[in-house]
């Protein structure tokens, strides 16, 4: 996702400003007079009227009907002996006026940081053609003279209609003064102008390390380098500092708070990343729960030494698994497929990890008892990866609950192999949105009876845990469960549905973002589903979501966020 990155206009901002509208903060109570929907441990919603809520912040019990005060009705008692005490009332009693109550929300995959990086730096997701971008960029760095790199993220070349990936020149015809680096919107791709070309060193000599690709031009490169290529420019940018890393974190929490977000699976999480988190958890600031995911050996080790770290700041940081990548994206033409892209004859995608090294990490984790969670697009990575947990299941038993990020492009015969093992698909329904024209593209019809298959995985009795990608794609939850019932766009297209045999219901979606991404982190039984003994983590939406038409769900606006038992945000405040 975005990486290190120099943040320009950090020195303006603060933690103490960004935290200073904290809202009150309650214990034990009663939320009272709601629509209220929990999860069962099979997945089934329950639903209630008032939810009670202990002295831990815990859920104590569903109460089908609206909450009545017990009546104190004691013994007379025996000459001599005291009247017993009054019942411990509780701390407060809210009357919700009938508004929906939801479990908070889970992404199952998503990047905090890059969220927050991508809030303070540049960012061109919201451009339709590269003469936008270009406008963009200029007027940003007009906006911000002195700075010594220009940093962003969110660029698609498909999304600009462009037919090619952009070059330097055209990079260059806004800012050529100083080094330019942009990310493309699925972090993996790069695009340079010659500045920043020229101060990584690159030439046309460089060769492409494996697992990457530069894209060349008249024998030099033209200003986008792919997957593992992209180390080449990000090796001298400057890496952000660690009051940057504060405060563009406070601004992901605060974007997934107002989202419905309660907690996410950080996957690829750095040593920088987890002191940011923890610098947030000792000033009393951090309020989302973050199941992290190191980037690689190195980050584990770091982070966690010789095992899982344990539940900290009463359950919202673990550090349990470790993220690998296995190819790239489709957009990029990346992913690593079986056979050559339809639309580019010749290229296959890029598998980033040998075999033999990729089970040697694997291993390296498990036997440190670490989750692996893994990076695998195209159908050739499915299949390799799958190949990988088979025979590592000899060695490493026991619930591993080993992990397959985004599972996209899955050939037909490996959909059943995800049963095996204990394997979670990790998918995010809103790429299939996006991605729905490009994928036909990119494969051609007959390539996709295992595409972004999501019916198929539950027909497999596979756990199927939800996600966004975030900030790939928006991390709005709404917007995900609308797709994963509908898979229409935001324009309602194609109408019916894309592959529309994969739509599953919306029972099928909530849990996906609820319990299974719970238990896709080992967190079952902490969070995830709002049934008793867990943690009190619940929203208040504007609509009941169970009856309405996946287009009105994707409008659903949250009203508020509680975790713990605490409010944590309330729209408008």
């Keep these: ?19 200073a509208s904290t809202l009150p903060a309650f214990a034990s109570g009663v939320i009272d007079n709601v629509n209220g929907m929990a999860v069962d441990p099979n997945g089934k919603i329950v639903h209630f009227r008032a939810l009670l809520i202990d002295d831990d912040g815990k859920v104590e019990k569903l109460l089908p009907d609206r909450y009545q005060e017990p009546e104190y009705k004691p013994k007379k008692p025996k000459k001599g002996q005291p009247w017993p005490e009054r019942p411990k009332g509780l701390s407060f009693r809210m009357d919700a006026g009938g508004k929906t109550l939801i479990p908070g929300l889970i992404d199952a995959h998503g990047h905090v940081m890059g969220l927050g990086l991508a809030l303070i730096t540049l960012d061109l997701s919201d451009t339709k053609s590269l003469a936008e971008a270009q ?36 990079l260059d015809a806004a800012v050529s003064d100083i080094p330019v680096w942009l990310e493309r919107v699925d972090g993996h791709a790069g695009w340079a102008n010659s500045a920043a070309i020229r101060a990584a060193g690159v030439t046309a000599a460089t060769k492409a390390p494996v697992g990457g690709r530069i894209e060349m031009a008249a024998g030099k490169p033209a200003g986008v380098f792919v997957d593992k290529a992209m180390d080449l420019i990000a090796k001298v940018v400057p890496a952000p500092a660690p009051k940057d890393r ?8 605060r974007a997934l708070l107002a989202t419905g977000i309660t907690g996410i699976a950080d996957m690829g999480t750095s040593i920088e990343d987890w002191q940011a988190f923890r610098r947030s958890a000792d000033r009393g600031a951090l309020r989302v729960r973050i199941m992290a995911y190191a980037a690689g050996i190195g980050n584990m080790t770091l982070i966690a030494g010789p095992e899982p ?12 698994g470790i993220k690998l990548v296995l190819d790239g994206a489709l957009g990029s033409r990346g992913a690593w497929l079986k056979a050559d892209y339809a639309d580019a004859p010749g290229q296959r995608g890029l598998p980033m990890i040998p075999d033999t090294q990729l ?31 088979q025979e590592l299941s000899e060695t490493y038993k026991g619930d591993r609950r080993w992990r397959i990020e985004h599972a996209q492009i899955v050939s037909p015969s490996d959909l059943p192999r995800f049963a095996q093992f204990g394997i979670i698909a990790s998918m995010q329904p809103v790429h299939e949105a996006s991605d729905w024209r490009m994928a036909t593209a990119r494969l051609g019809e007959a390539r996709l009876a295992g595409a972004y298959a999501w019916k198929a995985m539950l027909d497999n009795r596979v756990p199927l845990a939800f996600g966004s990608d975030v900030p790939v794609e928006s991390p709005n939850p709404f917007v995900g469960i609308a797709v994963a019932m509908s898979r229409e766009d935001g324009k309602g297209e194609p109408i019916g549905g894309w592959l529309p045999q994969q739509k599953i219901s919306f ?6 973002f609820t319990r299974q991404a719970a238990y896709a982190g080992f967190a079952e039984k902490r969070f995830g589903s709002l049934v008793p003994g867990q943690r009190a983590d619940f929203l208040l939406i504007d609509r009941d979501i169970a009856t309405a038409r996946p287009a009105d769900i994707r409008a659903t606006q949250v009203l508020e966020t509680w975790i713990g038992g605490k409010r944590v945000y309330v729209k408008g405040q």
Aim: proline content about 2%.
């Design 246 to 253: 504060d405060i563009a974190f406070e601004k992901a929490q």
């Design 359 to 389: 089970r040697n990490i694997m291993s390296r984790a498990a036997m440190d008892n670490l989750q692996i969670a893994t990076h695998a697009i195209g159908d050739a990575a499915n299949s390799e990866i799958l190949d990988a947990i």
């Design 1 to 19: 996702m975005v990486r290190a990155a120099a943040l320009a206009r950090a020195g303006c901002l603060t933690i103490a400003a960004l935290t």
């Design 507 to 512: 029972e099928a979606a909530l849990d996906g």
């Design 309 to 320: 770290t344990p539940w900290l700041y009463d359950d919202r940081l673990r550090l349990g």
């Design 135 to 170: 406008a963009k960029i200029r007027a940003y760095a007009q906006d911000g003279a002195g700075r010594k790199w220009i940093i962003g993220t969110g660029w698609n070349q498909e999304q600009w209609g462009l037919g090619r990936f952009p070059t330097a020149a055209d």
